[in-house]
């Protein structure tokens, strides 16, 4: 399969359906930098650690980097994507499909962004290729549910371990630091939480990035005829897109989700938002490693609930971390059918 940059832009001119799907992807991929990357920064802001502009920038850069060097060590969250759900042996069909799919993940998570709710962008994906595939294959044969249950996998373990391990992280640090004085503590954290903040900049482009990159490597291989492209590497190029349209995005900002996420849910200090932040970075890195695709929201927002239970449960705003709840919930089904029904609208017209 011919995957150079100069038989993409050759295709890509030539073919509308694939320059839509082309485009549509590389929307959804500004979408998750804009809408998505800012958890990764929320507490850095919150804790005055680091001003907006330069928290964004720095996670931008960060984001950019994630993309690139870990999918070129480690791309197994790109090949789990990319071998998710199965849209049949007809490529142009294929391509249709997944253009629906990526169309609903923008009107889901652009709609919830305007709410200032944290969007889980990676189940927006995964809902949104599976409603797609289901309306393509007339059923669920085309969900390859091998590598779907490492979605569930996901789920439980960025609930459970990003939980736990800021737990521990925090109680940690507060052991080690508790006769130290504060004002010597907090210009510590203060470096150490811009440091966190992008290793979790760089983790959300690991993780994220490479379940884009899985998407739009897809449609290349859609272009060239291919139904699956399990087996073939992913070119730096495709890479690099990726990776600057993240960036992007990310330096959009988010200043309704930092809220949410850094400052409505608990009221952190800066060892506490640093341990939120070391939490959340150590299980996106072993993720990624095991090639499970987790959502980083729901990674940074259950290390940040550990961080506030290790001090007291009352210190979390549970009204916030309901309504998260409930969007997370309805993720899967709102998403889902919104890709099934726009499938099916799709490739009627086309």
């Not at 990003?162 to 080690?176: D, P, Q, R």
């Not at 490597?217 to 495709?238: C, D, K, T």
């Amino acid at each position: 399969m011919d995957v150079s940059l100069s038989y993409f832009i050759a295709e890509a001119t030539s073919s509308p359906i694939l320059l839509v799907s082309v485009l549509l992807t590389l929307s959804v991929i500004f979408v998750n930098g804009w809408t998505d990357a800012p958890n990764a920064i929320a507490t850095c802001i919150t804790t005055r650690c680091l001003s907006a502009r330069k928290a964004i920038v720095m996670s931008a850069v960060f984001n950019f980097l994630g993309v690139l060097i870990m999918t070129h060590i480690n791309a197994s969250v790109a090949s789990t994507i990319s071998n998710m759900v199965d849209f049949g042996s007809d490529t142009n069909t294929a391509l249709v499909a997944l253009s629906a799919s990526l169309f609903s993940i923008v009107v889901y998570s652009t709609g919830a962004s305007w709410l200032g709710i944290p969007t889980s962008e990676s189940h927006s994906l995964i809902a949104g290729l599976t409603g797609a595939a289901i309306a393509t294959n007339g059923g669920l044969s085309g969900v390859n549910f091998s590598e779907w249950v490492k979605v569930i996998y996901g789920l439980f373990a960025s609930l459970i371990l990003g939980f736990v391990i800021g737990y521990l992280i925090c109680k940690l640090i507060a052991l080690v630091f508790f006769h130290v004085e504060r004002r010597k503590a907090n210009t510590v954290f203060t470096y150490a939480q811009i440091g966190g903040a992008a290793a979790m900049s760089f983790m959300h482009g690991a993780q994220d990035g490479q379940k884009f990159i899985g998407v739009l490597f897809l449609a290349v291989a859609f272009s060239n005829g291919q139904s699956s492209v399990e087996g073939m590497l992913i070119p730096v190029w495709l890479m690099v897109l990726c990776s600057i349209v993240m960036g992007v995005g990310t330096s959009v900002g988010g200043e309704k989700i930092i809220k949410s996420v850094g400052m409505d849910m608990v009221k952190l200090e800066k060892y506490q938002g640093t341990s939120a932040d070391i939490a959340a970075s150590l299980c996106l890195l072993l993720s990624s490693l095991f090639g499970i695709p987790v959502s980083t929201t729901h990674t940074k927002t259950s290390a940040i609930m550990g961080v506030g239970a290790s001090r007291r449960l009352s210190a979390i705003n549970f009204s916030v971390v309901k309504d998260m709840m409930l969007t997370w919930v309805f993720t899967f089904p709102g998403c889902g059918l919104i890709s099934f029904i726009m499938a099916k609208l799709f490739m009627f017209i086309f």
